[in-house]
């Protein structure tokens, strides 16, 4: 009798019973489809690769198996649902409708089922907003920053500006309640003006002034932001700012090969 080696990739279905399994799947029910066209994004282009995410939605049966696999897979107390693009709100609202009532249908007794979005905000309005919050939602908001940082490359598919409707979409949040954090591109344009960008997020935004809160800054950039004094500089101020305001604080500045000519680079703080 042969038996197959048992490596970690096998180790969770090895002990099955004997102990819990916890992992994190990250869904994009709308591929790279997106409303905006980011001067920067990386992930348009993707629609048009071989094998790659295509232009489609994800369909009723698919959200199903998905849904029923990924919670059989946790057998942990905690099942995370992360929705992200493109823009997942082009699926609409009755989409993650389903979503729940799937989550429901198939949680097991005991186990707690958490939903987190990661949007540009510009579809977003009060009916998205009192679905969110009655459903525990947190929001993952994309904004780079005061409305000349953010407008310089976060645009509509005409080259529309998009702050107005963003930073509208951040206020409504938090009349609502809703948990949100933001996540900002850090560019030649705005990498120079760490401050601006730090007080704009903490104080116009809010975003680091509710308990649950968590500020995320997403460094992605082209050749200008290979210089390395410029990140540090960033990361650096940046840090001192939010240990200033006794904030728990990490930072973990990580380079990343970007598929075409551009560096990427993250920079997580909470």
Same mark, same amino acid.
């Given at each position: 009798?042969?038996?197959?080696?048992?490596?970690?990739?096998?180790?969770?279905?090895?002990?099955?019973?004997?102990?819990?399994?916890?992992?994190?799947?990250?869904?994009?029910?709308?591929?790279?489809?997106?409303?905006?066209?980011?001067?920067?994004?990386?992930?348009?282009?993707?629609?048009?690769?071989?094998?790659?995410?295509?232009?489609?939605?994800?369909?009723?049966?698919? &959200?199903?198996?998905?849904? !029923?696999?990924?919670?059989? *897979?946790?057998?942990?107390? $905690?099942? +995370? %649902? #992360?929705?992200?693009?493109?823009?997942?709100?082009?699926?609409?609202?009755?989409?993650?409708?389903?979503?729940?009532?799937?989550?429901?249908?198939?949680?097991?007794?005991?186990?707690?089922?958490?939903?987190?979005?990661?949007?540009?905000?510009?579809?977003?309005?009060?009916?998205?907003?009192?679905?969110?919050?009655?459903?525990?939602?947190?929001?993952?908001?994309?904004?780079?920053?005061?409305?000349? &940082?953010?407008?310089?490359? !976060?645009?509509?598919?005409? *080259?529309?500006?998009?702050? $107005?409707? +963003? %930073? #509208?979409?951040?206020?409504?949040?938090?009349?609502?309640?809703?948990?949100?954090?933001?996540?900002?591109?850090?560019?030649?344009?705005?990498?120079?003006?760490?401050?601006?960008?730090?007080?704009?997020?903490?104080?116009?935004?809010?975003?680091?002034?509710?308990?649950?809160?968590?500020?995320?800054?997403?460094?992605?950039?082209?050749?200008?932001?290979?210089?390395?004094?410029?990140?540090?500089?960033?990361?650096?101020?940046?840090?001192?700012?939010?240990?200033?305001?006794?904030?728990?604080?990490?930072? +973990?500045?990580?380079?990343?090969?970007?598929?075409?000519?551009?560096?990427?680079?993250?920079?997580?703080?909470?």
């Amino acid at each position: 009798m042969t038996t197959q080696p048992v490596d970690k990739h096998h180790m969770p279905q090895w002990l099955g019973s004997k102990a819990a399994r916890r992992f994190h799947v990250m869904a994009k029910p709308a591929g790279s489809a997106c409303n905006l066209e980011c001067s920067y994004c990386f992930y348009l282009s993707k629609q048009t690769l071989p094998g790659g995410p295509g232009p489609g939605h994800m369909d009723d049966e698919l &959200l199903e198996l998905l849904v !029923r696999q990924y919670i059989d *897979g946790v057998t942990g107390d $905690e099942v +995370v %649902f #992360s929705w992200q693009g493109g823009e997942p709100t082009l699926c609409g609202l009755d989409f993650f409708r389903k979503v729940i009532a799937l989550q429901k249908k198939y949680a097991r007794p005991g186990q707690r089922i958490e939903n987190d979005l990661q949007t540009n905000g510009t579809l977003l309005d009060e009916e998205w907003a009192r679905f969110l919050k009655e459903h525990r939602f947190l929001v993952g908001l994309s904004i780079d920053g005061p409305k000349a &940082l953010h407008d310089r490359y !976060r645009v509509t598919k005409r *080259g529309a500006p998009t702050f $107005e409707t +963003v %930073f #509208s979409a951040a206020k409504m949040l938090r009349r609502f309640r809703v948990p949100f954090n933001t996540l900002t591109c850090v560019n030649r344009f705005n990498a120079s003006r760490p401050l601006d960008v730090y007080r704009f997020l903490r104080r116009e935004v809010g975003v680091l002034q509710a308990r649950h809160h968590v500020g995320d800054i997403n460094l992605v950039g082209g050749d200008d932001l290979q210089d390395q004094e410029l990140q540090e500089t960033f990361a650096d101020r940046v840090e001192l700012l939010i240990l200033s305001h006794n904030r728990r604080s990490y930072l +973990v500045l990580t380079r990343y090969q970007d598929l075409k000519r551009s560096q990427a680079f993250f920079l997580r703080h909470r």
